[in-house]
Nanobody, 124 residues
Framework: QVPLVESGGGSVQAGGSLRLSCAAS????????MGWFRQAPGKEREGVAG???????RYGESVKGRFTISSDNAANSVFLQMNNLGPEDTGMYYC??????????????????WGQGTQVTVSS
């Protein structure tokens, strides 16, 4: 069973919005934090947004003020609302989860469970 399944990606024009969803196969309370990462062709994977069990959130500098991460424990899901999208937001978006405790940062090495990704394409 795939532990994390992303959905909601697609193609939009610049200035548009998308809402990504990540459905977990088990309670998201079993994870200490969850996040969204993205990777554009030829670029390294970068942290977009993260949220922990306390509701604390972290965002990548390039998305602050435009993207919002949220979670729904009852639905075992995490969401990423993306507004005012630009071509620079194009990439494969991955949902990730961290099982270990302790402090966390929005770096892929801190997360141990990954989804298969959903593509976001923003045209100018």
């Amino acid at each position: 069973q795939v532990p994390l399944v992303e959905s909601g990606g697609g193609s939009v024009q610049a200035g548009g919005s998308l809402r990504l969803s990540c459905a977990a196969s088990r309670s998201i309370n079993s994870y200490t934090s969850m996040g969204w990462f993205r990777q554009a062709p030829g670029k390294e994977r970068e942290g977009v947004a993260g949220i922990d069990g306390s509701g604390r959130t972290r965002y990548g500098e390039s998305v602050k003020g435009r993207f919002t991460i949220s979670s729904d424990n009852a639905a075992n899901s995490v969401f990423l609302q993306m507004n005012n999208l630009g071509p620079e937001d194009t990439g494969m978006y991955y949902c990730a989860a961290r099982s270990l405790g302790g402090n966390w940062v929005l770096v892929s090495a801190y997360f141990d469970t990954w989804g298969q990704g959903t593509q976001v394409t923003v045209s100018s």
